[in-house]
């Protein structure tokens, strides 16, 4: 637990999470403003056992469905196509196929990667909207979901909630093996406007494969999106590279405090039916050093977009853009350029090259996990985590003048 709680703590303040771990936001009944916490605020305290890092199991469940990697790429265009969704799958993770995508609207996605790479920043924006008004093509779904399945490899595919229950059903009869409704805020009660909007339990119930919804950040939420029949539930509203979410709407939770909120609620849902649902956290890791603290937090697994994007497997040649990104109106996101500067097996598996926690993202994992006394992440779940602001710069002098 932490030493040195926030201003605004009381001891008589109900707490939502098991002595194991770590409260990092009040209940909002407490005070009137809540603290928020992301990776760069708190730190993982070795304790009174080590392990071999052989003796460590990075593997992890998903109703069902074994991985051996905590880790899947996000529904992004610059990181994900049929190819590296193959890849991926041969390396130990899942890729998520965004279903509203390139793939899904254009004949010949190449071309259209071409074009985004070679845009200029101010033309980026504009021609992200323009390539994305191309009609969703039912063939072309057909030809991308076969495409990867034809390999014999896994495939998670994700659509927003307007078009889920069409082109879902159509990826499923190609042999898609698990869903994603994924929105920037996805919740178990939507008004609509129009009166018709996607019967999450239903859909959930209906479903032959496990439906991962997403994206949410507080544990109420989660736990009625538990409640639907989710299987999973991804984590994060607007912490990724290329999301502008927080500049546009003002909406948000650093991944910290958003990951032990739903975690919560998945251990309570868990107490009360017997039923594991996986923990996500989706975006805003930079490093394996944030990975790990994502899953100490109580992640099953992590999502990535932008490490991945950084691949010579990765479809973006370079850049990598946010799923909202090309909104007719109203853009949250943005093309960045992340560079190319490894293989996939590298970033994920080594040998890395430099020191910055961006490559053998599996070996320093399971090095941090051997140094905390983890043998499996279930068992990392229950890690010491503190508040530690001055964890990233304390005695790095040299470091944060550049003396490298």
Same mark, same amino acid.
């Given at each position: ?111 259209? *990667? =071409?074009?985004?790479? @070679?845009?200029?920043? !101010?033309? &980026?924006?504009?021609? $992200?909207?323009? +390539? ?86 507080? *544990? =109420?939420?989660?736990? @009625?999106?538990?409640? !639907?029949? &989710?299987?999973?539930? $991804?984590?994060? +509203? ?167």
């Amino acid at each position: 637990m932490l030493e040195t709680e926030p201003k605004g703590f009381s001891e008589d303040v109900p707490r939502r999470l098991s002595a194991t771990r770590l409260r990092l936001i009040p209940p909002r009944e407490a005070i009137g403003l809540a603290y928020g916490y992301g990776f760069d605020d708190v730190s993982l305290v070795p304790d009174m056992q080590t392990v071999d890092p052989e003796l460590c199991d990075l593997s992890w469940r998903l109703d069902g469905l074994a991985f051996d990697l905590p880790l899947l790429a996000a529904a992004m265009d610059g990181v994900v196509d049929p190819r590296f969704a193959v890849e991926l799958h041969r390396q130990g993770g899942l890729a998520v196929l965004n279903l509203e995508g390139l793939h899904a609207r254009c004949e010949d996605p190449e071309l259209v *990667y =071409e074009r985004i790479a @070679a845009a200029t920043s !101010a033309e &980026a924006p504009t021609l $992200l909207q323009e +390539v994305y008004t191309a009609p969703i093509r039912e063939t072309y779904v057909r030809r991308s979901v076969r495409r990867v399945k034809d390999s014999g490899a896994r495939l998670a595919v994700s659509s927003t909630p307007l078009n889920a229950e069409w082109l879902l059903s159509v990826a499923l009869s190609e042999g898609a093996d698990i869903l994603v409704v994924q929105s920037t805020v996805t919740s178990a009660r939507h008004l609509s406007a129009s009166g018709a909007s996607l019967d999450l339990e239903s859909f959930c119930r209906r479903s032959p494969a496990p439906v991962i919804i997403g994206n949410t950040v507080a *544990y =109420e939420p989660a736990l @009625a999106l538990m409640e !639907a029949g &989710a299987a999973a539930i $991804l984590v994060g +509203v607007g912490p990724g590279a290329e999301c502008t979410s927080r500049d546009v709407l003002g909406i948000g939770m650093p991944q910290i405090s958003a990951t032990l909120e739903v975690a919560a609620a998945r251990d309570e849902y868990k107490h009360a039916t017997g039923r594991h649902v996986a923990i996500i956290t989706d975006g805003g890791m930079r490093t394996s050093g944030d990975m790990v603290k994502a899953l100490a937090a109580g992640a099953d697994a992590v999502m990535l977009g932008a490490p991945l994007a950084q691949t010579t497997e990765a479809p973006g040649r370079g850049y990598n853009w946010g799923m909202a990104s090309f909104h007719g109106t109203l853009p949250r996101g943005t093309r960045i350029n992340v560079g190319t500067n490894a293989s996939l097996e590298q970033i994920l598996y080594g040998p890395a090259t430099v020191n910055s926690g961006t490559q053998n993202l599996a070996g320093a994992i399971r090095t941090a996990m051997a140094a905390l006394g983890a043998r499996t992440i279930e068992e990392l779940h229950d890690v010491r985590m503190i508040h530690a602001p001055a964890i990233k710069t304390e005695g790095k002098l040299h470091q944060l003048r550049g003396n490298l």
